[in-house]
């Protein structure tokens, strides 16, 4: 996999990606991340990148044309401009923005099937819309609340993609258990001690039946996520088992909740 970033503080990209999994998935030679500075691709003497907006308000807009020329530089005019066409996504082309859909476990999935994705990152009060019209193929947030900038954002995209790659994590089996892997939250995990400030682990994870407690994580997942994300239940992917272990949880909040009507 080929990331391309392009943002106006490549700086920021140096530590994250000089750690952890991203780092050993680029000493593997399992992805490249090449990361471009903006103003490189400004054509006037200042390399001037961003611009007051039409219609007045505040602040400053990112100038379309160093992205556009940036863009078609990496990708070839042809492309871009085919991709625009067809609407079929060769290489994603992903503007960072609060304004965008929210990214979710299944696009990082659905990018992970491609060979290069290039990021754009906005700042500012935004970039110029000729942007989105010209070479972007996806518009894409990590999450209601604002970001000064994207650059953060495309991190955690770069990120979550990456791990998702063959031979980049070690254990397969944790990827399949990963919170949101199977649309619900991961289950709660112990080590050693057994018992800490007078809190043990549940008995269970102790039995060596291995049933046992593939069952009680189950639950515990489904607790747990009733309990912190509900609204992720909708779309899970639910057994009757689990549909009857959820039915029961509700049942016991409206008793505790009404115990006269018990
Ligand atoms: Cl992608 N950009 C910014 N600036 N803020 C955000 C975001 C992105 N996602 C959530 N907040």
């Known amino acids: 996999m080929r990331y391309d970033v392009l943002t106006l503080f490549p700086d920021m990209f140096e530590s994250v990606f ?10 593997a030679g399992r992805v490249e991340i090449h990361v471009h500075n903006i103003r490189d691709y400004a054509t006037d003497k200042h390399h001037v990148t961003d611009d007051l907006p039409y219609g007045g308000g505040g602040g400053m807009v990112m100038k379309a044309e160093p992205i556009v020329l940036a863009v078609e530089d990496l990708l070839g005019a042809d492309l871009v401009a085919r991709q625009k066409d067809t609407g079929r996504v060769e290489v994603p082309v992903v503007v960072l923005t609060p304004a965008g859909r929210t990214f979710d476990q299944r696009i990082a999935h659905e990018y992970g099937r491609h060979e290069r994705i290039v990021l754009i990152c906005g700042r500012y009060e935004g970039i110029d819309e000729r942007v989105s019209e010209l070479v972007a193929t996806d ?34 089996r944790a990827i399949v258990d990963d919170s949101h892997a199977q649309g619900i939250l991961e289950y709660p995990q112990y080590t050693r001690p057994s018992e800490y400030r007078g809190q043990e682990v549940p008995e269970v994870l102790l039995s060596g039946n291995h049933a046992l407690v593939a069952r009680w994580r189950r639950e515990q997942a489904l607790r747990r996520t009733l309990e912190r994300r509900p609204d992720l239940l909708a779309d899970a992917d639910l057994g009757e088992a689990d549909r009857r272990y959820l039915a029961r949880l509700c049942d016991r909040e409206d008793e505790d909740r009404n115990p006269q009507r018990s």
């Open 139 to 172: 518009h894409l947030s990590i999450g209601d609340y604002v970001l000064s900038g994207g650059e953060i954002a495309a991190m955690a995209v770069i990120e979550a993609v990456t791990r998702l790659l063959p031979g980049v994590l070690g254990d397969m």
């Open 18 to 27: 000089g750690e952890s999994i991203v780092r050993r998935a680029i000493e």
